[in-house]
């Protein structure tokens, strides 16, 4: 199953940018890890924000979440982290069934 993860990391008072960056980091080593492994099919930081976007690519909702709560950052930082988790279907598959729809419909 396929989901998109909107990663949203906030930056709380009395924290220090070296502090922030120390767990970033830690993060985005298991991130490209997962992403070698084929897990993260790709994810992008958004330029000038704490935002990092992932497609994911893992059998079940189930394995997802075990996964969000291993990260680095939700382990460290978590109270700080917002992810809005949604499920994708392949565009491909969608066609198929439109076209198959559109095909009994019409008989």
Request: aromatic letters at 8%.
């Amino acid at each position: 199953m396929l989901y998109h993860l909107d990663f949203r990391v906030e930056y709380p008072t009395g924290m220090s940018q070296p502090e922030l960056f120390k767990i970033w980091a830690e993060e985005a080593e298991a991130a490209l890890a997962a992403k070698k492994a084929g897990i993260v099919i790709d994810l992008w930081k958004c330029v000038g924000k704490r935002r990092v976007i992932v497609i994911v690519d893992v059998p079940d909702p189930d394995t997802l979440d075990q996964i969000l709560l291993d990260l680095p950052i939700m382990k460290q930082h978590g109270q700080h982290v917002q992810v809005e988790v949604t499920s994708l279907r392949r565009y491909e598959d969608f066609a198929a069934d439109v076209k198959s729809r559109m095909v009994s419909d019409l008989e």
